[in-house]
DNA sequence: GATTATTATGAATTTGATTTATATTAACCC
DNA sequence: GGGTTAATATAAATCAAATTCATAATAATC
């Protein structure tokens, strides 16, 4: 034999009833069985764990570690059957999210905090490392929700739309180019881009403006920080474009103007497994996500 | 069915090999069985916990969480294994002791400490708290070992003998008694006597020397401190009856003399379970406490 | 598309936990 | 102290379920 969580229980019942006949009923199963279960447990440990002789039953020392081991153990088995139940009521589960848009986390971070307080079960995760496959990732089980602005169509993912968006240049104030109604592909040749420090194609500059008029900036630099990007810009050390969200109530000297004379839209998307887009608790988010883009203003300072 | 430790193993195992049936390989036992067992589980929880559409096997959110369950609860279930096997090897196991004499502490704490080197796995105890009963504790093995200075002929019991000592008169050497060079019961008929704080059958003053002789103190006064009772003997408050041991190299200005003209002797004894009486660490801990009188000037200071 | 490795499934087997029935032991009570 | 009662242990029988064997289905690789 072998010890067993049956056997963890049986000690804990023991020890609590003080006698095998009592702890037998609390446990519903005959007093028979639970006599065999100590004994085969005390010859596979090869000590007493009992003290017979004395009534009410009383441990022996090592009895008393085998309690403690399930006193320490029973109530973690009993958590994890909990959690599993929550999660089978779609109370609880894992939200676990990859964003391949940098400037995200600008709105995501307000829209994770409401959630996390309708939904305090399911465990939040921000996986920011992984954006290069981000939908292998939520295929298998990596992830549960990518956040991206391009949907490829795909077997059992679905992306849902959250907000659209405008990819907006942004200048200091007295920049050059400020002084124009729209930019144009050309009127960045000569500029100093300011962009996140990730490839091209996953820039909307480039992938929806540059690249298809084939200009390229004069120079780019690359800065993690939405705040320090636009400082840098602030003080005249470059031009940016920027997702209108975040352009929308900033305190520095700034220009914004749109891409092109009609402007450039964009959509973003929460993707998930199909399997799992009926989960109340995603729905929940995609809608907080959804509105996030409005409330960022006020949730901002 | 129900999680069960064997789960656990699975769990693990898979999450470790990658596959099935290279973690039923290193599980012994068949891809079948662990298929089933998977299976099994699964059905059980209600919820998927690997994700097989990908190789090399994944393991989905729940699933994750109880491979965390498995990864805490294992190890204890393991130490606790090995806990017995060294219990059963003689290595480890519980010395908890009872002390009937108040004294004790004075050559048991430095013994002990010796003790603990020599058997770091056996876990030490000291219950003052039950001297009243301790033999009847001691059935119970609620305790493994009782120190006593009268042997009660027991079954399953017995006593070994540790070291004798002389119950001895100490006052402060302008005390009127230091004079004599030896005490009776009757000179004691006017004095303060100060002695611990338990029953008179329990001290070797009362039982062996004003008992029998059917006199009285003039006044009692309980202290608990060893060293608080030769305080006050020393600036005169009192009198008292210690073990010799106790009195052997004291700083204080104190005059010690024999009960009776041939004095008394008593003896310790160490009382355990005949089942426990051939325990290597037992064995050991009786022959540090023989010994501990003699070492007991050397360590004190 | 064929081959190989991996996983799943069904039926048979075996293990071992539980029950039923009964014996043994300890505790209790005049 | 003997009789009663409660508690525990044991033996044989039963039952549940874990594992194996044999084989099918599936995914991965060349």
Redesign the interface.
Known sequence: M????RHLRAVRAISEAGSLSLAAERLHMTQSALSHQVRGLEEQ???ELF?R??RPL?L???GE??LE?AE??LP??ED??A??TD??AGEA??L?IAIECHACFEWLFPALEQFRQVWPKVDIDIRPGLAFDALDAL????V?VVISSDPKETPDICFVPLFTYAPTFVAASQHPLAAKPYIEPEDLRNETLITYPVEKSRLDVFSQFLTPAQIEPHTIRQVELTSMILLLVASGRGVAVLPDWVLQQENFDLATRPLTAKGITRQLFAACRTADVAKDFLQDFFALASNASLHQPKDRR
Not at 2 to 5: P, R, T
Not at 139 to 142: A, F, G, I, K, L
């Open positions: 072998q010890l067993e969580f440990v090869g000590i003290v002789r004395v009383r022996s020392s090592a570690r085998l081991l320490r153990v973690m088995v994890f059957v959690q599993m999660c089978r589960g894992r676990s295929m298998d089980e990596q549960d």
